[in-house]
């Protein structure tokens, strides 16, 4: 099914995007972070990252160099103001980027029902990893709520939704990773290994 554009969708949002955390944010973020058992040290690239939720959560992992890229100018531009030592890329994900080196993890969080290329979301994450490393798309919510969400904020983000298990797991297959886990409980977490 054909998605409309985003547009200018999350640059209007960004103003007001930190005030409007959904309860039970934090806890889920953090059985995230718990269930990828990040390395310190790692190489990390945040995608879809936004105004910068994920960045203090990265930082206490002890990550090594951190990159995060969004599509959005007034989301970087906000990212920016919070962190301003973070790198922060003003990017579409689901066309090429040049990164100076490889990456040891990619987290998608809260964001990947946005892109409307999902292979090409898969077979660049893979591109931009090195061996070993791992690539998560996880979110907050679980499939029934996000897609409840999404359905009552209606207009552009109408249509995007959390695809099933069972779909998720085939992109990280056919993409190329290995030991892949798909899991919606409280909150959707998955992963696949390069």
Same mark, same amino acid.
């Given at each position: 099914m054909s998605r409309p554009p985003l547009g200018g969708f999350f640059d209007r949002? $960004?103003?007001?995007?930190?005030?409007?955390? %959904?309860?039970? !944010?934090?806890? +889920?973020?953090?059985? *995230?972070? $718990?269930?990828a058992r990040l390395h310190p040290g790692s190489r990390i690239l945040d995608v879809g990252a936004g105004t910068g939720i994920l960045y203090p959560f990265f !930082?206490? +992992?002890?990550?090594?160099a951190y990159t995060a890229v969004d599509s959005?100018?007034?989301?970087?531009?906000?990212?920016?103001?919070?962190h301003p030592e973070a790198a922060v890329l003003e990017a579409d994900y689901e066309k090429p *980027?040049? @990164? %100076?080196? %490889?990456?040891?993890? *990619?987290? *998608? @969080?809260n964001a990947f029902p946005h892109f409307r290329d999902e292979e090409a979301v898969f #077979? #660049?994450?893979?591109? /931009? !990893?090195s061996a070993g490393g791992r690539l998560f798309i996880c979110h907050s919510m679980n499939r029934e709520a996000l897609n409840a969400h999404h #359905?009552?904020?209606g207009g552009t983000v109408a249509g995007d939704v959390l695809i099933s298990d069972a #779909?998720? +797991?085939? !992109? /990280?297959?056919?993409?190329?990773f290995t030991a892949v886990r798909v899991e919606n409980t409280d909150h959707f977490y998955s992963e696949g290994t390069k």
């Open positions: 949002c $960004a103003p007001s995007w930190d005030n409007g955390c %959904p309860a039970g !944010l934090t806890a +889920a973020i953090s059985k *995230i972070f $718990a269930a !930082l206490k +992992a002890g990550a090594g959005s100018p007034a989301m970087v531009q906000r990212f920016k103001a919070k *980027i040049v @990164f %100076p080196e %490889p990456f040891d993890v *990619i987290m *998608i @969080f #077979r #660049r994450s893979r591109s /931009y !990893l #359905r009552d904020a #779909r998720m +797991a085939g !992109l /990280y297959r056919k993409a190329g």
